[in-house]
């Protein structure tokens, strides 16, 4: 039997409520397959820890979770901790340590999926976003120069290397090859006059090499506006760290909301750990009431199954969500329902348990 060691970081707020939602899927999953197992090791980090401590993980935490091929984490950063600190000091640090330089962040609209726009049909939202995912807007670089005085100037400074955009774009090109979709490309040339001329020309560089995919590029403003007036154009969409944060917060809306929204942080050579996560926050708002929609956090699972290479898991987990929505009995409040975090996640694990039920039994 495969023994599957996954590292968990439950982190702040609405984290760990959805997290456990997400770790009774995979443990369904693996007790209903006998060939294989997880192993979960659970780490406290995050804004509590940091209150303890003063510091969001132990020193030698990136050293820790080398151990684990994947990293399960629910959200980071409350208040009371400022969140560049949060986040600089363990989501991001993971995401950079690890050169976890693919974000892949579906949205794809699922039947039964509360959406906001009229006129659409479940085909016409299905893209899938591949976001850079460790340097551009988000290098950390910059300076804070004359604090306080009148002179006072702050930079904060974009990479884009040329390693780290021709990575990317291969990545996606890759990917709307293997999927026979086309491939948008989202920048802002006219105004960010070196990083995004430099994005689009090796975009232009690299698509030479893929003559069978069909291409497009966008300016930022306008494929904003486009995701919601024509969403159906995107298909893969390749974009920047910055831009990709923003834009699939958007598609999140237009796919269900940020409960239903999930994505894989991934170092294709597995030289070190992924990390799956719904892309929401801890929510503040919403944290220790039971309400939150685990989802998204579910939806990261199936991710998590899919690269572990249990494929047909990953895609019976996602009908599973789908199925559940179609149902529209058991959702939480943000889905205009009444259920509990984990009254929605026990119904996800029943129908999964049904449909093996049910493929056994026709065997
Ligand atoms: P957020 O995503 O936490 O919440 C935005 C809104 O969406 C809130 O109204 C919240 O209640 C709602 N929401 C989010 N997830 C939901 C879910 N699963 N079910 C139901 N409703 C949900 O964004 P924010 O409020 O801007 O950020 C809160 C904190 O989280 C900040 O510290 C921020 O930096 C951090 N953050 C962390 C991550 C991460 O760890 N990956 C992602 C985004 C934000
Ligand atoms: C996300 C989050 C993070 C990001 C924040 C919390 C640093 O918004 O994963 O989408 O901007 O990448
Ligand atoms: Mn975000």
Redesign the pocket.
Known sequence: MKLNKIAVIPGDGIGPEVIIEGIKVLKTIADLDQRFQFEFTYFPWGCEYYSKYNKMMDEDGIEKLKEYEAIYLGA??FPGVPDHIS?WDL??KIRKSFDQYVNIRPITLLNGAPYPLKDVKREDINMLFIRENSEGE?AGAGDWLYKGKEQEVVIQNSVFSRKGTERIIRYAFDTARREKRSLSSISKGNALNYSMVFWDQVFEDISKEYPDVETSSYLVDAAGMLMIKDPKRFEVVVTSNLFG?IL??LGAALAGGLGLAA?ANINPEREFPSMFEP?H?SAPDIAGKQIANPLAAIWSASQMLNFWGYESYGKQVLAAIENLLIEGKLLTPDMNGHSSTSEVGSRVVDIIKAAFKREETSR
């Open positions: 980071v950063g986040l989501l991001l988000y944060d699939t917060d994505g892309i926050g």
